[in-house]
């Protein structure tokens, strides 16, 4: 298995089933990785370039990590796409109809895509939700993208704040 940054956590452990603790090893923010819920869930739609950014790493250093702990070379540092600034939006001000903690869900075994995208369905259009977390969501924010929702994070202190629009 060539090991990409579009490799999703999920193969990479199932086909290297050591990475788990190399993982942790490499990025102590990656101790998520025991919850069995995000072990079975988020891992399967979160790529290393996804997980790179959740633990606050380049993902190319991610990548190159990884492809090390398991025999193959490293790659060179693929080319930047030109990221197009992104202005806050005004909707991110009004008052939030659900506020959740990705910490503690996850700390309660829960999956925060599933119970965030369960609130949705519950409210009316224009509806914000706030996530609270100590890492940006990357897997999350694009799952929620593709399903059609506008999303907005950003880095208030030590925690991200990601809005949930309806």
């Known amino acids: 298995m060539e090991i990409t940054l579009d490799t999703k956590i999920y193969d990479l452990l199932k086909e290297y089933p050591f990475m788990e603790d190399e993982l942790i090893r490499i990025n ?13 869930t988020l891992t399967k739609i979160a ?3 996804q997980a790179a950014v959740v633990g ?4 190319i250093e991610l990548l190159n990590a990884v492809r090390k ?26 008052e939030p109809a659900a ?7 996850l700390d309660q075994g829960k999956n925060p895509l599933a ?32 399903q059609g929702y506008e999303v907005y994070s950003t880095k208030s202190g030590k925690e991200y704040l990601t809005f949930i629009k309806i």
């Open 56 to 59: 606050g790493m380049e993902p």
């Open 115 to 146: 119970e965030i995208s369960k609130k949705l369905k519950s409210l009316p259009q224009e509806s914000v939700i706030l996530l609270r977390s100590d890492f940006k969501p990357e897997p999350l924010i694009d799952a929620l993208k593709d």
């Open 99 to 105: 506020v959740f903690s990705a910490n503690e869900l």
């Open 28 to 40: 102590p923010k990656f101790k998520k990785l025991k919850n069995p819920i995000l072990r079975r």
């Open 47 to 49: 790529s290393i370039k």
């Open 69 to 94: 702990a398991v025999g193959q070379e490293p790659v060179e540092e693929a080319p930047q796409k030109e990221r197009i600034s992104e202005e806050t939006p005004l909707w991110i001000s009004q």
